[in-house]
């Protein structure tokens, strides 16, 4: 069957042209990247289990009035999302000291922070996403201070939903990263979350064990990362637990 003209493609998923005026259809791909880019696998299933997780997390958002770019799931690997015009950075929430946190700062990795802490990186992967502070955002038009009190205000809010989503399922919320983009309304606009949610852009621990369910399994090597998504995902509710084996990941709908 032909595809509609793609319009992006990034490291794990293609945006192609939506079948209406101002929206786009978001591919998950099975690629499986760390190091930006330097290290890079194919994860089978790995695309599907995002796609499903990401529509979890968009869907409970939007239940408690969080805007986001998610319409509707097209399929297993395809979603229905807005087009909007991104803003050039990523914003982290942290909640536990770890990965690049920790290197920078020297804190040992698992150190619970006295309160969130929001950073700010430009997406440019030729710089590799460097760290940036909020005047630099400012100085340089990336946004204004009114988008970044959006921002903030917006992720909070994403930390609280997802953080008690996840302890409700024995999973500490350690840190993940979000996308915004700007959509406009007649003469005004507003920031929505864009991009995707999942284990790719957050990082999970077992409440008990400290076990890895995130894209870190893949980072350090430390076991099966489809496996550990697909814990993330029935844990969540997202695919049944099942007694015997299974061929590959089979989701509810």
């Not at 997390?57 to 408690?64: E, N, P, Q, R, V």
């Not at 992967?125 to 340089?140: N, T, Y």
């Not at 989503?165 to 999973?171: F, H, K, L, T, Y």
Request: proline fraction near 4%; charge should be negative; charged fraction near 30%.
């Amino acid at each position: 069957m032909a595809r509609r003209r793609m319009v992006y493609e990034g490291k794990a998923k293609i945006l192609y042209e939506g079948p209406e005026p101002g929206t786009l259809i978001q591919f998950f791909k099975d690629d499986t990247t760390a190091g930006n880019g330097e290290k890079h696998e194919l994860v089978d299933g790995k695309g599907v289990l995002n796609n499903r997780l990401s529509e979890h997390f968009m869907t409970g958002l939007a239940g408690i009035g969080v805007p986001t770019h998610f319409i509707k799931r097209l399929n297993m690997r395809e979603q229905l999302v807005r087009a909007v015009e991104m803003i050039p950075l990523e914003v982290v929430v942290r909640n536990v000291a770890a990965g690049s946190m920790s290197k920078r700062l020297g804190i040992e990795e698992g150190t619970a922070l006295p309160r969130p802490i929001i950073e700010f990186y430009l997406k440019n992967d030729e710089l590799g996403d460097p760290f940036v502070s909020e005047e630099h955002i400012i100085a340089f038009g990336w946004a204004s201070q009114q988008d970044l009190d959006d921002m903030v205000s917006l992720a909070l809010r994403v930390n609280d939903f997802m953080s008690g989503m996840m302890m409700g399922v024995g999973i500490k919320l350690v840190d993940f990263k979000i996308e915004i983009g700007r959509v406009f309304e007649g003469d005004f606009q507003r920031l929505i979350v864009a991009d995707e949610i999942s284990p790719d852009s957050c990082r999970l621990w077992d409440v008990e064990t400290g076990q890895k369910l995130d894209k870190d399994v893949f980072r350090r090597e430390l076991g099966d990362l489809s496996e550990a998504y697909t814990e993330v995902a029935k844990r969540l509710g997202v695919m049944p637990r099942q007694n015997g084996s299974t061929n590959g990941p089979k989701l509810v709908h």
